[in-house]
């Protein structure tokens, strides 16, 4: 894990007006590139800003010490660290987010990972899909389920793999500071099992957009991803495209009759993504498929 100065310095350097994400990232690649010179972390990152935006820079500081969720102790992983995600980094370059802010159990990262994501108003067929799907997932060793953290898809992903002895990880559409434990979650909880993770500043609110960005990160984080049930438009819709776009495996459940919170299921079918299929014997979905 890198130094919180790092981090803070990291942080303080986007919030300048005119930075991003791409130009953070270049600065750090160069960063890293030239790092036999000794250069301290800030006074590198200072050093290509003008002198307004220096200011900016000192005023706006992020400070993130001793950050924590309940208990435990929130670590970050930034681009320049070695156990930073490289899954992410490939299919994200100069997007990839700078800065993972993540509490709990980090090994998860290790682990095979499949994502899933669909409707907040998710059909009982589609609960009962993704119940399926993830308790079979969980019952194998080193696989780990990886999903947003709204109601619907999301929430019955993380249940079921946690009151199965799973584990799964949680991608928040918002900074990592507002995280808090649902009520509905609190039986099956358990900080070995679980690791939460924001692409975002800790102070970082709830947004639309957010949110959309917020898919790539689930999409990289995940070797195959399920779309339970996705409208025809919407996040979930977004989330199943970009998969396709970025050449990861997508599954879908295929319904004779569809509701209306899964009338994008056909078109992401007709658009490439595999039907996920169903064990004539056991007469549950076929998970081996999606690993």
């Known amino acids: 894990m890198c130094e919180i100065k790092e981090v803070q310095a990291i942080y303080s350097f986007m919030k300048v007006k005119g930075v991003g994400i791409a130009r953070t990232n270049k600065e750090l690649t160069s960063y890293k590139q030239q790092i036999g010179a000794m250069w301290a972390l800030e006074d590198w990152l200072l050093s290509v800003l003008t002198t307004e935006q ?58 095979k990972t499949v994502g899933f994501s669909g409707s907040r108003k998710v059909s009982e067929k589609g609960i009962a899909i993704t119940r399926d799907c993830v308790e079979q997932l969980s019952a194998i060793p080193g696989v780990s389920i990886v999903s947003g953290y709204a109601q619907g898809v999301d929430k019955e992903a993380h249940y079921a793999a946690l009151a199965t002895g799973g584990s799964t990880i949680i991608v928040l559409p918002n900074g990592i500071s507002s995280f808090y434990v649902r009520q509905d979650l609190k039986e099956v909880w358990d900080w070995n099992r679980v690791l939460v993770i924001s692409e975002y500043q800790p102070a970082d609110k709830w947004s639309v957009s957010r949110a959309m960005t917020r898919n790539n990160t689930i999409i990289g984080l995940s070797d195959s991803m399920v779309v339970v049930e996705a409208g025809l438009t919407g996040g979930s819709m977004d989330a199943g495209l970009r998969t396709l776009e970025d050449s990861k495996p997508l599954f879908v459940p295929m319904y004779v009759d569809y509701p209306e919170s899964a009338l994008g299921n056909r078109v992401l079918l007709e658009k490439g993504a595999q039907r996920i299929g169903r064990n004539r014997q056991s007469n549950r979905a076929n998970i081996m498929a999606l690993l």
Do not use: C, W
């Open 54 to 111: 220096k200011a900016e820079y000192y005023a706006q500081y992020v400070t993130v010490d001793g950050l924590k969720i309940k208990s435990n102790k929130v670590h970050f992983n930034t681009v320049l660290d070695p156990t930073y995600p490289a899954a992410l980094k490939n299919l994200l370059r100069l997007n990839t987010p700078p800065v993972l802010s993540m509490v709990g159990n980090t090994s998860l990262l290790q682990n």
